[in-house]
Each structure stands twice: as C-alpha cells, then as structure tokens.
C-alpha cells in the first residue's frame, strides 16, 4: 500500500493517554468509523513487547477500514507487525537507512521543518512529510514552529504530500487553507474528544474544505 494525498486528509496520531474511561483499539475505532483516513501509533512509553501486541491490534482495525497503519520511529516493530508504512522525526534514523530497512512497498513519512530538510526526505525516499508544528501545542511542547511562509514554501518544492501536524483543532484548520498542505495529523484534537466519531466526521469534512479553498 502506497499513500495518496487522500490519505492524508485526517491522519489520526494515538495517545493512549486520553484512553482514561476506554481502551485505545475502541478510540481508534470510533476515529475509524468516524473517517479518519490514516492511523498512526504513536505511544512512546510502552517498551517493544507491549507496543508490537499494540500494533498487530491495530493493523487488524485499520486493515478493516482499508486505512494505511503507521508506526511512529519504531522500524523493527513496523516491519514484525506488517504495518504500511512507518514515520520517522529529524532525530531518528535517516530516510535512505530506513528504506533500505523497509523495502520499497512500504509507506515512509518524514517530518520536515525546512525546506533543505523536506527536498531531502523526498530524495531520499519518504513516500510523504509531516511538517509542524504550524501552532502551538501541548501534545509535544518541545516542539518548534514552523511559519505560514515556510509551510508553503516546503508544499511547493516538494511533489510528494504534505500532512501539517502540531495545535490543530476545528477552530484553527481553515488558517492552513492556501499553503498547499494535504490534510492535517492530529491527536489531542480526536482522542480527547468525548465522542471521537462525530469529532472526526466534522474534522474531516472542515480538512476537505480546507484542501480545496
């Protein structure tokens, strides 16, 4: 399975610690039915064991829906569970190396804050970018900002898609129109949600719109 802009549109990125009165597989499976068209794990503090379980869990779910899976920085985990793809940040491992790991079916998402940094994953084989974070956020608070201005910048020098990720909640996804952005990644925004599936609906409808402004 490749990626397409279309499955970039509402990328969900889990966080099991919004799973307080529920379990993750039953968020992501309202996030699914709901039309989120993309699953990311994401879940930095279970160890390899427990997050492997996770993630053959999840591939089933995502499987269902025919929704790419993607592992976040795990490559060993992406390829024992046979995930879609897997997505790696500026301070993992580099873009050439996983390919090699993961073969050439496999989707490859890179983050990106520059445009050097976006034209180099392209080149060196990320099937797509996450860029961000474009507002504020309180899911990664070490995370720096990356400008309207460079947001375009890095859209048109790249042909591959571009998913904004970082603060991104119904209020504020309208200001990405114009920028060239694909859709947009988002954690707090649907699994902090107290009902997940009407959440996503909405959100994706707000992204579409957002992508054809």
């Known amino acids: 399975m490749k990626c397409d802009k279309s499955s970039m549109l509402l990328y969900a990125v889990t966080d099991s610690a919004w799973a307080v009165k529920t379990t993750l597989y039953m968020q992501v499976r309202e996030a699914l039915k709901g039309g989120a068209t ?44 046979g995930a879609d793809g897997v997505h790696v940040g500026q301070k993992d491992m580099q873009a050439d190396d996983v390919r090699k790991q993961i073969g050439e079916d496999m989707i490859l998402g890179v983050s990106a804050q520059t445009v050097q940094q976006a034209v180099l994953a392209e080149k060196n084989g990320a099937d797509y970018l996450g860029v961000g ?81």
């Open 38 to 81: 993309c699953i990311q794990l994401r879940e930095k503090e279970l160890d390899d064991e427990a997050f492997l379980n996770k993630a053959i869990e999840m591939k089933q779910l995502c499987k269902k829906h025919s929704v790419p899976f993607i592992i976040n920085d795990n490559v060993r985990v992406a390829v024992q569970c």
């Open 133 to 213: 974070a474009v507002f504020s956020t309180s899911t990664k608070l070490d995370a720096d900002m990356v400008s309207r201005d460079t947001l375009k910048a890095i859209c048109a020098a790249v042909s591959i898609p571009v998913v904004a990720i970082g603060g991104i909640y119904k209020h504020n996804i309208m200001q990405l129109a114009g920028t060239g952005v694909d859709g947009v990644a988002l954690v707090s925004a649907i699994f902090a949600s107290h009902d997940i599936e009407d959440e996503c609906r909405q959100l994706l409808a707000l992204s579409e719109r957002m992508v054809t402004a």
